[in-house]
C-alpha cells in the first residue's frame, strides 16, 4: 500500500516560485530515499533532487542548484520540493519517487527507485 501523490504544479512566471507536495502513505518519509524527478516534452526524466534515509544526504542536479530545495515534514509524512526563480526551462511534469529500504546515499538513476507518484505539471511561461 506504499503511495506517493503529487501536487502544487501550475502555471507560473519566469522568475516565480512554487512549493510542490509529494504526501506519503505506507511508509515515513523520515525512514526511505526520496526524490524528485522531471521529465520535460520530448525527454527523458532526469534527477532532480534527492534524500537519502533520513535526510542525511541530499543532492540536487547542477541546473536546479540555490534555487530548489528539497525538504520534508515528517508530522504530515509528506516531503516538498520549493522552486524559486523558476525557468522556463524548468517545465516538466515533476514526480517523487521512493525505494522502501534505509539507504545510505540517494541516486539521481530512476532504476534506484521503485515506486513513483503520478506527476504533477509546472508550466514555466510568460
Known amino acids: 500500500q506504499l503511495q506517493l501523490v503529487e501536487s502544487g504544479g501550475g502555471l507560473v512566471q519566469p522568475g516565480g516560485s512554487l512549493r510542490l507536495s509529494c504526501a506519503a502513505s505506507g511508509f515515513s518519509v523520515d525512514s526511505f530515499a526520496i526524490g524528485w524527478f522531471r521529465q520535460a516534452p520530448g525527454k527523458e526524466r532526469e534527477g532532480v533532487s534527492c534524500?537519502?534515509?533520513?535526510?542525511?544526504?541530499?543532492n540536487y542536479v547542477d541546473s536546479v542548484k540555490g534555487r530548489f530545495t528539497i525538504s520534508r515534514d515528517a508530522a504530515k509524512n509528506t516531503v516538498y520540493l520549493q522552486m524559486n526563480s523558476l525557468k522556463p526551462e524548468d517545465t516538466a511534469v515533476y514526480y517523487c519517487?521512493?525505494?522502501?529500504?534505509?539507504?545510505?546515499?540517494?541516486?539521481?538513476?530512476?532504476?534506484?527507485?521503485?515506486?513513483w507518484g503520478q506527476g504533477t505539471q509546472v508550466t514555466v511561461s510568460s
Open positions: 534524500f537519502s534515509s533520513g535526510g542525511l544526504r541530499t
Open positions: 519517487a521512493t525505494v522502501p529500504r534505509f539507504e545510505i546515499y540517494c541516486s539521481f538513476s530512476k532504476s534506484f527507485y521503485n515506486a
